[in-house]
C-alpha cells in the first residue's frame, strides 16, 4: 500500500505532486519489530528485578512488579504527554512534507524516525505491563487502564504507521547483500572445524556431564541430607541454563560481523557466570564447601567446554563440546544467509526497479551501514 504526499512547498502555486508517493510495508513488519524490542525490554526488567536469588528472586520479581507498576502509573501520564506529541511530529514530518529536497536524505529521515518510533513504543511497553500488573493486584485503580489502554493503543497506531514507511532503496538492499555474501564466504573458510551433531543435544548432554560431576564432587565432600537425584537436577538445571548461555554466545561471536558484535555477545552469558561465581560463593558461606564446590565444577565444565579450542581436536570433542556444537550451528546459518544473499543479488540485478521487501535482520543491518554512510543511497 502507498500513501500519498501533498506537497507543502508547493501549496502557494496551487500544484501538488499526484504522481509522488511515499514507499510503505506491511504493518506486521513494523509489529514484528515493536514485539522484539518489547521482549528485550521485558527480559532486561525481569532479569534486574530477580537477580540475585534464583527462585526467591523469582518470587520476590512477581511481588515486586504490582508495587512498582503503581509507582509506574503515578509517572505514565508526563510519559504518555511526550510520547504522543513527539510520534505525531515524527508523522507529521514523514506525511505532511519533507525537511529536505533530496530523495536520499528524505528517504534517510523516514527511516530513521520509523525506527526511533518503533524503539520509543518497545522501550514503553514493560511500564504498560508492570500498570496492568498493579491493576490486577489492586482493583481499586483498575479504573486507569480506561485512560492508558486507549492512549497506549494511539502510541502503538502511530509507531506502526511510522514502521511501515521504513522502505530500503534497492541501490542500499544491493550493497547490503553483496557485502554480506562477501563476508560469509570468507567466514565459513574459518568454521570448517565444527560439530556434526544438534547443538540442543551437545548443551544438554554437557548439562547432564556437568550435574554428574558436581554431584560427585558434593558427595566426596559430604554426604547431602536431601534427595541426591534432586541434588543432580539441580546442578544439571545450572549447567542447562549456562550451557545455552555459552552456547548463544558462542554463536552470536561466530556470526558477528564486528568488534562491538562480538564483545557484546559474551555479555549475557558473563552475567550469568557472576551469578554463579556470587551463588558459589554464598554457599560456601551459609553451607559449607560442599555446594559450592558442586557449583562452580559445574561452571568450569559449562567454561572449558565453551572454550576448548577447535584447532588440532578430535572429532569426539569437536562433536561433543559446545564450542564445536555452536560453530556449527554458525556455519549453518551463515551457509544459509551465503545462499539467500547470492539469491537476492541475482534478483536485484534482474529487476533493479522493482521493489523488493527487505527480512527483519536486513533491514536492520541496512539501516546501521545507511547511518553510517557505507552504503549509497538513490531514491526510491
Not at 528485578?49 to 504490582?66: D, Q, T
Not at 529521515?109 to 505491563?129: D, H, K, N, S, Y
Amino acid at each position: 500500500m502507498s500513501v500519498a504526499v501533498p506537497n507543502v512547498s508547493g501549496m502557494t502555486s496551487g500544484a501538488s505532486r499526484d504522481d509522488d508517493v511515499l514507499p510503505s510495508r506491511p504493518a506486521k513488519e513494523a509489529v514484528r519489530e515493536i514485539f522484539v524490542v518489547s521482549a528485550v525490554g521485558l527480559f532486561i526488567v525481569f532479569v534486574l528485578a530477580a537477580l540475585p536469588g534464583g527462585n526467591e528472586g523469582v518470587y520476590r520479581a512477581m511481588g515486586l512488579a504490582p508495587v512498582a507498576g503503581a509507582v509506574v502509573l503515578e509517572h505514565i501520564g508526563w510519559a504518555f504527554g511526550a510520547y504522543i506529541p513527539i510520534l505525531l511530529g515524527f508523522y507529521a514530518i514523514v506525511i505532511g512534507g519533507q525537511l529536505v529536497a533530496d530523495p536520499a536524505a528524505e528517504a534517510r529521515i523516514r527511516r530513521t524516525l520509523g525506527f526511533t518510533a518503533e524503539a520509543m513504543t518497545g522501550a514503553l511497553v514493560p511500564a504498560l505491563v508492570l500498570i496492568i500488573t498493579a491493576c490486577i493486584a489492586d482493583s481499586s485503580r483498575a479504573g486507569a487502564l480506561f485512560v492508558v489502554v486507549p492512549v497506549a493503543g494511539v502510541m502503538f497506531f502511530l509507531a506502526i504507521q511510522l514502521g511501515g514507511f521504513i522502505v530500503f532503496e534497492r541501490a542500499l538492499l544491493l550493497a547490503s547483500a553483496e557485502r554480506t555474501r562477501d563476508r560469509a564466504k570468507e567466514r565459513l573458510e574459518s568454521l570448517r572445524q565444527r560439530s556434526r551433531k544438534p547443538i540442543w543435544l551437545v548443551v544438554v548432554a554437557n548439562a547432564v556431564a556437568g550435574g554428574l560431576l558436581g554431584t560427585v564432587t558434593t558427595l566426596a565432600v559430604t554426604r547431602p541430607t536431601g534427595s541426591i537425584l534432586a541434588l543432580l537436577g539441580l546442578y544439571a538445571l545450572i549447567g542447562l541454563g549456562i550451557g545455552f548461555a555459552n552456547a548463544h554466545g558462542m554463536y552470536t561471536f561466530r556470526t558477528a560481523h564486528d568488534r562491538m558484535s562480538k564483545v557484546m555477545a559474551w555479555a549475557f552469558a558473563t552475567a550469568l557466570y557472576l551469578a554463579g561465581l556470587l551463588l558459589t560463593v554464598q554457599l560456601f558461606v551459609t553451607s559449607g564447601p560442599a555446594g559450592g564446590a558442586g557449583v562452580l565444577v559445574v561452571l568450569v565444565c559449562s567454561a572449558a567446554s565453551t572454550l576448548w579450542p577447535r584447532k588440532g581436536a578430535p572429532r569426539f570433542l569437536l562433536n561433543w563440546t559446545i564450542q564445536g556444537a555452536a560453530t556449527g550451528y554458525a556455519a549453518k546459518t551463515i551457509t544459509s544467509t551465503y545462499v539467500t544473499n547470492v539469491r537476492k543479488i541475482r534478483e536485484l540485478s534482474q529487476t533493479p526497479d522493482a521493489d523488493e521487501p527487505a527480512t527483519l535482520r536486513e533491514r536492520i543491518g541496512a539501516a546501521l551501514q545507511a547511518l553510517r554512510g557505507d552504503a549509497p543511497l538513490r531514491a526510491a
